[in-house]
């Protein structure tokens, strides 16, 4: 069975950086064709991709926050980081993580909520 | 940010067919396979259809995708009321160079 789960801070301040992890089991991201990325979803509004990591650890980033984003893989612990940096209220949003097999098929987990205020 | 489009709201009622729509380009939809998702109130996305047409286990046959062009769809027949969510497409994106542009939601409403 194949589950992910988002951890990470709840709220954070304006400028801070954003620090979340997915923690995965039931696949290895060591798998030919296996991706992990994150998505966010603003309250009431549509979703929007942030970042993919390969198993061979190619790295793809949302351009329009490419600068900001950094994504990496510990295969050993299980587990996918994304950090966002300089954080403002308008990154405030569920963060999910999902994973992405070369089917096409997608397995997400259940979101993390993230409210940047001061 | 550019999305994939879709109406913003659709309806029917119990036991209707309904069709949502996904309109996109070249870079997208035209040359790549489509995803369609459920979601409720508080909850995560749910995959429903994967690969234009791929039903994920323990989605019913209620549900089908269709891509053509640069546009696809989403049917579902026999609607039930608890069919009521909002519902996304997504696409690989070729200029986003990822996996995950959406649409912007389409709210169904059974009456």
């Known amino acids: 069975q194949i589950t992910l789960k988002e951890s990470g801070p709840t709220l954070v301040k304006p400028t801070q950086t954003l620090t979340l992890t997915c923690t995965f089991s039931?696949?290895?991201?060591?798998?030919?064709?296996?991706?992990v990325g994150w998505i966010r979803q603003p309250p009431g509004k549509t979703l929007e991709w942030l970042a993919l990591?390969?198993?061979?650890?190619?790295?793809r980033y949302n351009p329009s926050l490419r600068t900001r984003l950094t994504i990496a893989k510990d295969t050993s612990k299980n587990q996918v980081v994304l950090t966002m940096t300089t954080m403002d209220h308008v990154d405030t949003a569920t963060y999910y993580c999902?994973?992405?097999?070369?089917?096409?098929?997608?397995?997400w987990g259940q979101g993390t909520l993230v409210t940047v205020s001061s | 940010q550019s999305v994939l489009t879709q109406p913003p709201s659709a309806s029917g009622t119990p036991g209707q067919r309904v069709t949502i729509s996904c309109s996109g380009s070249?870079?997208?939809?035209?040359?790549?396979?489509v995803n369609w998702y459920r979601q409720l109130p508080g909850t995560a996305p749910k995959l429903l259809i994967y690969?234009?047409?791929e039903r994920p286990s323990g989605i019913p046959d209620r549900f089908s995708g269709s891509r053509s062009g640069t546009s696809a769809s989403l049917a579902i027949r026999g609607l039930q009321s608890d069919d009521e969510a909002i519902y996304y497409c997504?696409?690989?994106?070729?200029?986003?160079?990822?996996?995950?542009?959406f649409g912007g939601g389409t709210k169904l409403t059974v009456l």
């Open positions: 999902a994973l992405r097999t070369d089917s096409g098929r997608d397995y």
């Open positions: 039931g696949f290895s991201l060591n798998t030919d064709g296996m991706a």
């Open positions: 990591i390969f198993w061979d650890g190619d790295q």
């Open positions: 070249s870079s997208n939809i035209g040359n790549n396979v």
């Open positions: 690969g234009d047409n």
């Open positions: 997504a696409s690989w994106d070729d200029r986003l160079n990822g996996p995950w542009l």
